[in-house]
């Protein structure tokens, strides 16, 4: 068996959805980008330990988030304090330009600005739960957290969509 071989091909099946989920998780193209690639270069990494009765985009898709959660840890231990306070932090990466040009119709710019806005951690379950289409139990499964905390989240999360969205009508 070809190990390089079946990866490449299990990559290549599931190259769309984990792209959208990289996008969604980094909300901009050149961050996705190299998520997508470390993630990849993590999975090849560690295909040896890969359990051939589990779906492979679900092992994938926890790679990425663990991925995607590294790499934050890692920016927040070296940022240098550049910014007055928090607020000014969050706002200047608020204002910068998404190239997300996925073809989404405009109907849903205020519902994706809404969902781009939220806390990292309500973010994430809503992206592999509604963007991903992963089962709660699934989206669970990769987060590593009990299903009851992502329905939690979920519900807070559409708790907070539906105030911003309210508060921009």
Not at 87 to 100: G, M
Request: glycine share 2%.
């Amino acid at each position: 068996m070809n190990n390089k071989t079946d990866i490449s091909e299990n990559i290549e099946k599931c190259r769309q959805r984990l792209t959208r989920l990289c996008i969604h998780l980094c909300r901009n193209h050149d961050d996705a980008a190299d998520l997508f690639q470390d993630t990849c270069l993590r999975a090849v990494k560690y295909y040896e330990s890969y359990d051939e009765n589990q779906e492979f985009d679900k092992w994938i898709f926890r790679i990425c988030v663990n991925t995607y959660k590294s790499g934050l840890r890692r920016i927040y231990r070296l940022k240098p304090v550049l910014f007055g306070s928090e607020e000014e932090h969050d706002e200047f990466f608020r204002l910068i330009p998404d190239d997300d040009n996925t073809v989404l119709h405009e109907e849903y710019s205020e519902l994706l600005k809404s969902v781009r806005n939220l806390p990292e951690k309500y973010r994430t379950v809503v992206v592999l739960r509604y963007f991903s289409d992963l089962s709660e139990k699934e989206t669970a499964k990769i987060l590593g957290i009990p299903a009851g905390t992502v329905k939690s989240r979920l519900n807070t999360a559409k708790k907070l969509i539906r105030k911003e969205m309210e508060q921009d009508e």
